[in-house]
């Protein structure tokens, strides 16, 4: 499969240009995407997790409230959602009727997941809606995997269960949900590895990623091996062919380097609610007050969109000296702020195109 069809590093704003054009006159812009924690909650617990500092008090979003600004969002001009978050979003009991609504305002939608609940029902009525199912399974064996998930081994094999269930209903609905897998690598041997991309591959799943391990400032866990390196990387790749991508995401192997932007553009474009309602302005820093635009349940978005609301994060952000400092690695938001950082910034002589 085309590595660029499925660019999971690399940013995508260029598609929206209506929005950039906003940005850059200075008006207010409204996330293109919004990402949903249903839950701080998880029944595994990953080693490496980066919301491990986070209080896990199994807090449930309120559905009502998250739907009410869905049609909000909608109205906005929001076009995604992407359920992940501080913990298991599968776990959420109305997650399916989230879904359902969220379908019906015409969002895109996509979800990550452990995969354990992804069984009946609840797999059936989010497969249609979904544009992609990202399942992390972070060992390339059972036992492997159970170390590292804190859970029975018995649960890797229940999973890759689950995925093949889902691929062999999307097939027989005629769906196009991309589903794959993805495998932080923490030093797992690469023969290993392949062996878990050739099986992922035999499943019918369109994806095998792993994905380089990158420190987060709030998280003890530390790790003490080598990153893949080219020669390691090519066997697992080897693995693609035109239905199917097995990829090592390069662009997160960088993450030892440097940040090219000297301040965070990106953040118009994107909020994060938590499981209480709190939104903030990315990932890496959830549960900081100095990120937190307010909650969901004092306020509507457009309120809480409002510059004069959000003036008191954006100008601590603008504050920050060093993101490399503040901030983890290759956040998510990364390859936006490279591109919005060169937008603001241009080489000499542009018109030369
Ligand atoms: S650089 Fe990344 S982690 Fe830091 S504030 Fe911006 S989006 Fe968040």
Redesign the pocket.
């Known amino acids: 499969m085309d590595q660029n069809r499925l660019l999971m590093d690399g940013t995508k704003i260029q598609y929206h240009l209506e929005a950039l054009a906003k940005w850059k006159r200075g008006e207010t812009v409204y996330p293109i995407l919004v990402e949903i924690s249903p839950t701080n909650g998880c029944n595994h617990g990953c080693t490496f997790c980066a919301y491990d500092y986070i209080n896990r008090d199994n807090t449930f979003l309120d559905a009502d409230r998250l739907m009410a600004v869905l049609d909000e969002l909608r109205e906005l001009g929001t076009k995604s959602l992407f359920y992940s978050g501080e913990g298991e979003p599968l776990l959420h009991k109305q997650l399916t009727e989230i879904i359902g609504h969220a379908a019906g305002l015409g969002f895109s939608q996509g979800l990550n997941t452990n995969g354990t609940a992804l069984l009946g029902e609840t797999m059936t009525s989010i497969v249609p809606h979904m544009s992609f199912i990202r399942c992390s399974i972070n060992g390339a064996t059972a036992e492997e995997y159970a170390e590292t998930h804190r859970t029975k081994p018995k649960q890797f094999d229940d999973v890759l269960r689950n995925l093949e269930a889902a691929v062999a209903f999307r097939e027989r609905e005629g769906l196009e949900t991309t589903i794959g897998v993805q495998m932080v690598y923490l030093g797992q041997k690469v023969e290993d590895i392949v062996a878990m991309g050739r099986r992922i591959k035999s499943l019918g799943l369109n994806y095998f990623s792993v994905k380089q391990f990158n420190e987060h400032p709030r998280n003890p866990f530390k790790t003490d091996f080598d990153r893949l390196t080219d020669d390691n990387i090519g066997p697992i790749t080897a693995l693609s062919d035109d239905g199917f991508l097995a990829t090592v995401r390069t662009g997160l192997q960088s993450g030892l380097e440097k940040?090219t932007?000297k301040r965070?553009l990106?953040?118009p474009f994107?909020a994060e609610i938590v499981a209480n309602g709190e939104v903030y302005?990315?990932?890496?820093?959830l549960g900081e007050p100095d990120?937190c635009y307010g909650s969901i349940h004092d306020m509507t978005f457009t309120q809480m969109w409002d510059p004069a609301n959000r003036a008191k994060v954006t100008n601590y952000?603008d504050g920050?000296d060093d993101?490399d400092c503040?901030?983890?690695p290759n956040?998510?938001?990364?390859a936006l702020?490279r591109f919005l950082w060169e937008l603001e910034n241009p080489p000499a002589h542009v018109n030369f195109i």
């Open positions: 940040r932007y965070c990106a953040l994107f302005a990315c990932g890496p820093h990120y952000i920050v993101l503040e901030c983890m956040c998510r938001l990364d702020n």
